[in-house]
């Protein structure tokens, strides 16, 4: 792998190893305790069908190198879009100027170490010819169509990318990683006399386009879509306050990332501005509840056969029956606390900084048949698809915005409800969770979480779970 | 950092933008239109009285689009080099063989093109090299942390600096661009008391460095923004009135926009759709675009087509008198572009007679808003349910903080219960609003 992206990435430049060499050499004063360089190449093409049309593609090229030193909790950064060896040591130059400049410090890199391999280093744009991406955009659409007469408006997005990077770090580390990546969104417009409702689907992974023809995957998202527009044409306002939420399986975990996914993040604890933070080995959630971040899930979204630093992913334990067990961390973070990274050091592209971010997020499997955490309801709402969530990691306080569910009265599910936001407090929810399915499933891979401006592809994902309280946004 | 040649860099653009609309035309594009930018600056970072983080930005992007009839295509680089431009063009060619033929793609009308190129005094350098960026964030953050022992940690203070250019270019023959500059500080701080701990921030943002408010401020106001949080509590559910900050209500403006924008409505997927020429606020309020606002975050001759903007009522004594539409989207609708392709430029409400403190006391009794949480917007429907938190008010004053609760309603029907709007338009950003008051919201708490 090492050696095609060398020659992909690096060669077109005139660069060698060597020149690494040189950049990391530059970058290392005496007061410089850690600098790396990273090498990105990608590419990316979307197409869009709407109106019954395939009406648009894009294309994307990015590709650059951007430059870190690190002097105690200082950083400075530089980014070039040219590779070539002057720009890099210009590039360096600056990184460096965070600390006083000193005496110079040899840097050797290490012969390159291996990892894991959990997708194929393919291009995912080769994978289908152009006239099979749309023909399958519009088989996708006409699914949508044929489900119900009432359906107006399908728009159907076919997204794939190529990227390419390398990691050179003063630490010795030379890895480099090649990364497919797959979408496709479904967003259905139904109409009924005046009234107008949407419903949306998304899958995607770290895989080959023809995911999408497997299994009917894409069809299958087309109906989907559609039917959740469909009963969003039929639902009643939603309840405000108070009560229990059993939320369903796979993407309903948006919880977890925001509840206490990002408070755990390193950086926020070593800070101390999360809600988290010096609450190691402490109860915060029950003690059905393990929650684990791991990377290493063949071709999910949020996988990574390495992070944006280099170090091999990991699956990491957060929250072990209830008891704070780990912070994601990145190098920076992780050195500064004195623990190892856990892999979670990435950044969004060359042009920003790393920082601890998550990978997969999920709960375990617990031992409750869902329909039995159901019956359990007298009265309460069964949320089973999201939008968005948002946290405020200070104060715990999070939200996340339903976009199909249902009122539970007396142990069953019956009518849906208008879309709702939900909120709640982060160290205290999980404490709230009272049954856990056996049902664990995972994203179907749609997941982009945002943090300081940086976006970057994730995956979460939970059993059947009930919380005995959380407050929902409501009308009535 | 190093001098940013705006002028080299505009002839540069000027002639890259020249020689890919040539290519394109080679390639067998009928016509095409390219966008090019570049870009330069500093952030400078400090945390607890020290220098945190210096990034030193520069970027670059081309866009093209290509039309081979009414056939369209893409592609961007973010990188200029030869190699990566001839590729993108190719991939944008490539695309347009491939996509349908769809009878409203193609440029902007050749007689929309801008001819007057006012100076809008969008580009003002500023001269501050790392030390003194660094020093006016301390200074900043300084402010914050010294303003009451309640301020207990920081996320810390950040100088942003950068200049910009930018060309658009098509094959009616415009090719036009400009120079902007844009600056900011921002600072946010953590206050603790006993078991609360509360994070909030404050910023500001101007073309020139002259026009940011001071350092000191700054701080000051994300300090006090923070204590104020502190102790909040949930209320309990209840149906009240809502009065959203100013800064907040820019939001709802921006809700309104995206509901009478070109794709919502061509798509049918907005509550105002057919809502032109009716009134949707009640008969009072003004609402205007002015693109010519001198040194505005987003003002411009021109919008993302070439097209010439236009200052103009959208809303005009409470009747939808316009809407956000690009070329695209206008002959989707049979209609005229507005020049909003790339969205609005200075947006404002007209202002009422009542301060913030007035706007309490016509309340007397309900929520103010000041922070919102999560996109519980539903376009096509107007339903809006958000996470929030504020200051519950009673006799007209503010009586105590307030969290983890949600506001429900619906766009359209807030849009008409708008009872008030203040004249306290004190935050930075393009949209210029006072505080806005509604009449009636569900709130859900306890």
């Not at chain 1, 990435?9 to 990391?24: F, I, M």
Request: with cysteine; net charge negative.
């Amino acid at each position: 792998m090492l050696e095609i992206v060398e020659q992909q990435l690096l060669a077109p430049a005139g660069l060698e190893q060597r020149h690494l060499d040189l950049v990391l050499d530059h970058l290392m004063g005496h007061q410089i305790d850690f600098a790396d360089v990273y090498f990105q190449s990608s590419r990316l093409e979307a197409w869009t069908l709407e109106d019954g049309i395939v009406k648009e593609g894009a294309y994307s090229i990015e590709q650059g190198a951007g430059i870190r030193a690190i002097s105690g909790e200082k950083t400075g950064f530089a980014y070039t879009d040219e590779l070539q060896l002057p720009n890099l040591l210009e590039a360096a130059g600056t990184a460096r100027a965070i600390a006083h400049a000193g005496q110079n410090r040899t840097v050797a890199i290490a012969e390159a170490s291996t990892g894991h391999q959990l997708y194929a280093a393919t291009n995912p744009l080769d994978t289908l010819s152009g006239s099979d991406k749309i023909a399958l955009l519009h088989q996708v659409e006409q699914e949508a169509r044929r489900q119900d007469p009432r359906v107006k408006q399908v728009i159907a997005n076919l997204v794939a990318a190529y990227d390419m990077v390398l990691v050179a770090g003063s630490d010795g580390v030379l890895r480099s990683d090649i990364r497919p990546l797959v979408r496709m969104n479904v967003h259905v417009i139904v109409e009924q006399g005046d009234l107008r409702e949407q419903g949306t689907a998304g899958a995607g992974g770290r895989t080959s386009l023809d995911f999408f023809n497997h299994d009917e995957r894409g069809l299958e998202l087309a109906r989907d879509a559609a039917r959740q527009a469909l009963v969003n044409l039929r639902a009643v306002d939603a309840p405000a306050g108070s009560m229990p939420v059993v939320l369903g399986p796979g993407w309903p975990g948006v919880l977890l990332h925001e509840a206490i996914g990002h408070g755990l993040e390193g950086d926020f604890n070593r800070k101390g501005t999360s809600a988290f933070a010096g609450r190691m080995g402490e109860s915060v959630a029950s003690p059905l509840c393990t929650v684990v971040d791991d990377g290493t899930l063949a071709e999910r979204r949020g996988s990574l056969n390495m992070d944006d630093e280099g170090t091999t992913t990991q699956q990491t334990v957060l929250i072990e029956k209830g008891i704070l067990k780990g912070y994601m961390q990145d190098k920076h973070n992780a050195s500064l606390m004195g623990v190892s990274s856990t892999g979670n050091g990435r950044r969004e592209s060359y042009a920003h900084l790393p920082m601890p971010r998550m990978t997969n997020t999920y709960m375990l499997a617990g031992e409750r048949d869902p329909q039995e955490i159901i019956a359990s309801v007298k009265k309460g709402l069964y949320a089973v698809n999201f939008g968005g969530g948002q946290v405020d990691i200070t104060s715990g306080k999070f939200v996340f915005s339903a976009s199909e569910a249902y009122l539970i009265e007396n142990g069953k599910v019956t009518e849906p409800v208008k879309g709702a936001t939900l909120i709640g407090n982060g160290p205290q929810v999980l404490n709230l969770v009272s049954m856990v399915g056996n049902d664990l499933e995972l994203d179907a891979g749609i997941g982009v979480c945002g943090k300081e401006g940086q976006s970057v592809p994730v995956g979460v994902g939970q059993p059947t779970l009930k919380v005995d309280e959380l407050t929902i946004g409501g009308t009535v | 950092m190093r001098a940013f040649d705006h002028k080299a860099k505009y002839a540069q653009l000027q002639q890259l933008a020249e020689d890919v609309l040539a290519e394109a035309g080679r390639q067998g594009a009928s016509s095409a239109e390219v966008a090019a930018h570049s870009d330069m600056g500093l952030s400078a970072t400090v945390r607890l009285g020290e220098p945190e983080t210096i990034e030193h930005t520069r970027d670059n992007s081309l866009s093209i689009s290509v039309y081979m009839g009414q056939h369209k295509g893409s592609a961007s680089t973010a990188e200029l080099s030869t190699a990566a431009i001839h590729e993108a063009v190719s991939a944008a060619c490539s695309i347009a063989k491939q996509t349908a033929e769809d009878p409203c793609a193609g440029l902007a009308d050749a007689e929309l093109m801008a001819t007057e190129f006012p100076d809008l005094e969008l580009y003002h350098p500023w001269d501050i090299d790392i030390e003194g960026a660094l020093e006016m964030a301390l200074e900043c953050e300084a402010a914050a942390r010294d303003y009451d022992p309640r301020i207990t940690n920081s996320e810390g203070a950040t100088l942003n600096t950068g200049g910009a250019v930018g060309v658009y270019g098509n094959t009616h023959g415009f090719v036009h661009g400009y120079p902007s500059s844009r600056h900011s500080l921002s600072c946010s701080v953590i206050a603790q008391q006993g078991e609360s701990m509360q994070r909030d921030y404050w910023y500001t943002s101007a073309r020139s460095a002259a026009a940011l408010d001071a350092a000191v401020d700054i701080g000051e106001r994300a300090a006090q923004r923070a204590i104020a949080r502190l102790d909040g509590r949930k209320l309990k559910t209840r149906q009240a009135p809502v009065l959203f900050r100013a800064e907040i209500a820019a939001g709802l403006l921006g809700s309104l926009v995206h509901a009478i924008s070109g794709s919502a409505l061509y798509r049918r997927a907005t509550f105002l759709l057919d809502a032109l020429d009716t009134p949707i606020f009640p008969d009072w309020v003004n609402i205007e675009e002015n693109p010519f606002v001198m040194q505005g975050l987003s003002s411009a001759a021109f919008d993302a087509e070439g097209v010439a903007t236009s200052r103009r009522k959208l809303v005009s004594e409470g009747i939808l008198k316009g809407y956000v539409l690009g070329s695209y989207s206008a002959r989707k609708l049979d209609l005229q572009t507005t020049g909003n392709a790339g969205g609005v430029r200075n947006l404002s409400i007209q202002m009422g007679e009542l301060d913030f403190d007035a706007l309490l006391k016509t309340m007397h009794t309900g929520l103010v808003v000041t922070e919102l949480m999560g996109q519980g917007v539903n376009a096509i429907t107007g339903d809006y349910s958000r996470g929030a938190s504020g200051f519950w008010v009673e006799n007209g004053e503010i009586q105590y903080p307030v969290e983890e609760i949600t506001i429900a309603g619906n766009l359209k029907t807030m849009f008409q219960q708008l009872q008030a709007v203040g004249n306290d338009d004190d935050y930075p950003g393009s949209t210029r609003t006072g505080s806005w008051l509604i009449e009636s919201m569900m709130i859900a708490g306890e």
